[in-house]
């Protein structure tokens, strides 16, 4: 199953990013940890959580919490595997006035948040 495939341990994950040691981890499940980080602000949001449900509600929760100028990345925008992504974000985009907007040949997109 995909979700084998994409596996890997927290504690491998803190090995590899050992370096940073400014990251808050909140293991679990999109939208279900969500309620952890609900008070606070954002300038920074890369999304790649593969489908279109979780991508939606990935856009729905962060999209207001981030700071004017504030970045999200979407990981899977230009998947041909993931066509769900581009679905969630096309959707919600369409609900915003004029966004700064640009998706890029890595297959990746990024918005900025302008008001």
Known sequence: ????????SQ???QQNLADFNFIEYHPGWVPEKFHEVESSDFTFT?????LYQPTKDCFEFFY?????GGVMVFDDYGSTAFPGAQQAVDEALAKLDHPFFM?????????VKTS
Request: charged content about 15%; aromatic content about 6%; overall charge negative.
């Open 1 to 8: 199953s995909s979700r084998v495939q994409f596996a890997c």
């Open 11 to 13: 504690e491998q994950v």
């Open 46 to 50: 890369h999304i790649d959580v593969d």
């Open 64 to 68: 207001p919490r981030l700071v004017q």
């Open 103 to 111: 998706s890029l040949p890595s297959g990746q997109a990024f918005l």
